[in-house]
């Protein structure tokens, strides 16, 4: 009785910061992308620094109509939202920010297989967004969502092979115990590759050529209105902290640090990450599809290839 207490707790306290994080990488995202473009709009709402414009935003979202295109799938278009968003709470619950199983959802022996391939399948949510809302230029962006997929997800598991090669697991825990600091110039190569590759597979600028809005509007998301849309937004932005939180746990230690260890540890690393996403976003304009493709097939998965072979010979060096 008091396992099933301890794992209901620790998933409740995974659903908390579900619910957390996503909105204050959002929140944070409003107010850095104001400051490093001088506008002032989100500085308003509710006085001091704009606090308010989170619940703004939400009371907006709630007060539009749901809508929901005549000709549309209507089954898969209401689904897929929850189809984008409940993956990443699944990783959540398998990605330990302590030592010790008390500071994990769920600890799985596979965890780095579970985690890749969960987070795959929130891409279906804008495929099923794309095909179900009857509209060409939603379809067309499930489509650019469909060909990102396939070029950036060879680099990011490759990417994590590397890592998983020199810890000798595929546990989560295992890896991050089997972290040592001189991994950090070596495994560099790595972690950038997979960062890249993840934001890629988020959308996110400079990789959102999928919602491309001087294009094709608002891509597969076009046709979405109110909570339903706010819902991939936030899928969006916990997609944002799930990739933080993997690249600070396979690359930058998880939660050792300088002076001693804990979870802190991995909340700083993840929030240190997140604002490089932000700032990525503000800083780059966006790629073309060609230039796009290119980058994954001609850079991304050499690199990741390289940093395998670099692995292997480093593994073999020191055994």
């Not at 929850?82 to 990443?88: E, F, Q, T």
């Not at 972290?179 to 960062?195: H, K, M, S, Y």
């Not at 990525?280 to 966006?286: E, G, H, K, M, T």
Request: net charge neutral; with cysteine.
């Amino acid at each position: 009785m008091n396992d099933v207490l301890d794992v209901g707790l620790r998933l409740l306290v995974v659903f908390a910061v579900f619910l957390v994080l996503p909105l204050v990488v959002g929140q944070t995202e409003h107010k850095v992308m104001a400051h490093m473009q001088g506008r002032l709009g989100p500085m308003y709402a509710g006085g001091f620094h704009g606090w308010a414009q989170l619940v703004a935003d939400g009371v907006k979202f709630a007060q539009k109509e749901d809508v929901v295109p005549a000709r549309a799938d209507r089954r898969i278009f209401q689904l897929a939202p929850a189809v984008a968003l409940l993956p990443y709470l699944l990783v959540l619950i398998a990605i330990p920010i302590g030592p010790g199983e008390g500071a994990v959802g769920q600890v799985i022996d596979a965890g780095l297989f579970f985690v890749l391939a969960v987070m795959g399948v929130g891409v279906l949510g804008s495929l099923m967004a794309g095909w179900a809302s009857a509209n060409k230029f939603s379809l067309l962006g499930g489509l650019r969502t469909a060909a990102q997929l396939l070029a950036y997800e060879l680099p990011m598991l490759l990417a994590a092979a590397s890592v998983a090669m020199a810890a000798g697991t595929v546990s989560l825990p295992g890896i991050v115990g089997a972290f040592e600091w001189w991994w950090l110039p070596w495994q560099i190569t790595g972690a950038l590759v997979f960062f890249t590759a993840g934001l890629a597979e988020l959308q996110r600028p400079p990789f959102d050529m999928p919602v491309a809005d001087s294009e094709i509007i608002f891509g597969a998301y076009t046709e979405y209105t109110g909570l339903r849309f706010a819902l991939f937004l936030l899928a969006e932005y916990a997609g944002i902290v799930v990739l933080c939180a993997l690249t600070t746990v396979l690359f930058l230690g998880g939660w050792h640090g300088p002076f001693g260890g804990g979870w802190g540890w991995t909340l700083l690393k993840t929030a240190v990450l997140a604002f490089v996403v932000i700032w990525l976003r503000v800083s780059y304009p966006r790629l073309r599809e060609d230039q796009l493709q290119k980058l994954a097939w001609t850079t991304l998965i050499p690199l990741a290839l390289a940093q395998i072979a670099l692995t292997g010979i480093v593994k073999v060096a020191i055994s």
